[in-house]
């Protein structure tokens, strides 16, 4: 998955998504360096808890939502079979 560079709309890295928050956090740091913030300023009190903590959640996100599309597709699956064997029943459908 591509991860979109906010300032320049086009694919800044390759990786989980949650990945793309750090390059986003990395390219905003670049970009306040070039308004006139040195390197040497430090993040604000907790922001690296914070982040982790984002992370974690958007991870957990990820995990949830990709359990839902397969819960989908196996009730969908299981559709499909039933009313394959319906039809086979009811209409005389062979086995091919």
């Known amino acids: 998955m591509a991860c979109t ?5 086009t694919p800044a890295y390759f990786g989980a998504p949650s990945d793309c928050l750090l390059v986003r ?4 740091s670049q970009r306040l360096t070039g ?12 922001y690296a808890d914070w ?6 959640r958007i991870h957990t996100a990820q995990q949830r939502a ?10 969908l699956y299981w559709q499909i079979g039933r ?3 319906e039809r086979q029943a009811q209409l005389g459908w062979e086995r091919r």
């Open 5 to 9: 560079n906010s300032f320049t709309a």
């Open 25 to 28: 956090s990395q390219l905003f």
């Open 35 to 46: 308004i006139g913030l040195s390197k040497s300023t430090q993040a604000p009190s907790g």
């Open 51 to 56: 982040l982790a903590e984002l992370k974690t």
């Open 66 to 75: 990709a359990l839902a599309v397969n819960r989908e597709l196996v009730l």
């Open 83 to 85: 009313d394959i064997l």
